[in-house]
């Protein structure tokens, strides 16, 4: 499994853009990368998913550059509810797919 | 929206007791996970459950643990004889074959041992 590492925390003022990024130097061909977000008590929620380049959905953007050896998460325009714990994990498609979490990232945001 | 429901949300028990944590997966769903998280810490990975059997569990899932899907629907954790350190938040997670790596989460059981 292909480790990964992220900032232990992150502030930001509400109205940032803010960028978390992740490395996982030894990411595997076939592997995905993936971000969930988790609020205080409860479980963890899918964010965005992505193999290469760069994806966007309505909640976040992921880029990956060519090499794959990292990938950052772009939350624009945080508000206080974006403060949160996000993980960053790496693993392939298909099979049990069993999801390993890291220490993730808590971001706080200030007013 | 679909989702995981977990119950009991909160559970106390006393030690060497045996408790049931019970999931209600969302129904079209392959692949059901259990995770505990300690408070404060990371999510651990318990086990993973797929065509009713375990494929995969971690070191923490020793001989006092066991999962079961007794019915199309329910998705249980059994702790046999629980010790202070199972005090944790369970989660229960399922996922279906098409979407990769998108698992949903329910909210969680917080286990106290005392």
């Known amino acids: 499994l292909a480790k990964t590492t992220q900032p232990i925390s992150m502030d930001s003022y509400e109205g940032q853009e803010v960028n978390i990024t992740c490395s996982h130097n030894?990411?595997?061909?076939?592997?995905?990368i993936t971000w969930y977000q988790q609020f205080p008590s409860q479980g963890p929620r899918f964010i965005i998913q992505?193999?290469?380049t760069k994806v966007t959905n309505e909640v976040a953007s992921l880029f990956i550059p060519a090499d794959r050896k990292s990938s950052t998460l772009s939350l624009p325009r945080v508000s206080l509810s974006d403060t949160a714990v996000y993980y960053c994990?790496?693993?392939?498609?298909?099979?049990?797919?069993?999801?390993?979490f890291g220490t993730g990232t808590r971001l706080t945001v200030i007013p | 929206e679909p989702e995981v429901t977990q119950t009991p949300s909160h559970q106390v028990t006393q030690m060497g007791q045996e408790v049931i944590l019970r999931c209600v997966p969302i129904?079209?769903?392959?692949?059901f996970y259990w995770y505990r998280q300690i408070l404060g810490q990371k999510v651990e990975f318990l086990v993973s459950?797929?065509?009713?059997?375990?494929?995969?569990k971690s070191e923490i899932f020793d001989d006092q643990f066991s999962v079961e899907r007794p019915d199309g629907s329910n998705f249980t954790l059994k702790i046999r004889s629980t010790k202070l350190e199972d005090s944790a938040m369970y989660f229960c997670?399922?996922?279906?074959?098409?979407?990769?790596?998108?698992?949903?989460f329910g909210q969680g059981t917080r286990l106290t041992v005392v």
């Open positions: 997670a399922s996922r279906d074959r098409s979407t990769a790596r998108e698992a949903f």
């Open positions: 994990l790496v693993g392939p498609p298909t099979g049990a797919n069993n999801l390993f």
């Open positions: 992505g193999y290469k």
């Open positions: 129904s079209n769903h392959l692949y």
């Open positions: 030894n990411i595997a061909t076939n592997d995905y």
């Open positions: 459950f797929y065509n009713n059997e375990i494929s995969e």
